[in-house]
């Protein structure tokens, strides 16, 4: 067995380095970055695939290497729209806010990324941001989505709408 161990050693040091190449080869590539994602659809499977590769873009750049924004527009709000809140606005098809989705959301949130929503689509379709959505604060309210949208690029950041 001992002659075992000093093998693992050099493997597990020989993972580490190349993890640590890998890891700098990333950054150096991709350097800092602004992004804001678009989200005005309301299908669920296409929402959960862009929080997934939110994830995936994280995970490639690095957390610290990275600024992400989503802006939340029309139909997009139903992301955040808790499945109670239907009965409350009816002018949303779908509620998707499920305690998976929520899961998703949080572990964004806990990696810095910030949830806009837009004011006009609230006031519009009837949305009480404080009860109908999921974890929706005054400061995440933007008056426009599309101006924030025009906004956010005005000061760096590369637009994506997955």
Do not use: W
Request: charged share 20%; with cysteine; aromatic share 8%.
């Amino acid at each position: 067995m001992k002659s075992i161990k000093p093998y693992l050693i050099a493997v597990f040091m020989l993972l580490s380095a190349i993890l640590t190449i890998n890891s700098a080869n990333a950054n150096e590539r991709y350097g800092h970055q602004k992004v804001v994602y678009h989200i005005n659809y309301d299908d669920i499977k296409k929402q959960s695939s862009t929080l997934r590769n939110i994830q995936n873009h994280i995970n490639a750049v690095g957390v610290d290497n990275i600024d992400i924004k989503v802006v939340l527009h029309g139909n997009g709000l139903s992301l955040l729209l808790k499945p109670e809140a239907l009965k409350n606005v009816p002018k949303f098809k779908t509620a998707n806010a499920t305690l998976e989705m929520a899961q998703k959301i949080d572990q964004l949130k806990m990696q810095g990324v910030t949830f806009n929503v837009c004011a006009n689509t609230l006031k519009g379709r009837n949305v009480d941001f404080e009860r109908d959505l999921y974890d929706a604060k005054k400061d995440d309210i933007v008056p426009s989505g599309v101006a924030e949208l025009a906004y956010l690029q005005s000061q760096g950041f590369l637009y994506l709408r997955p």
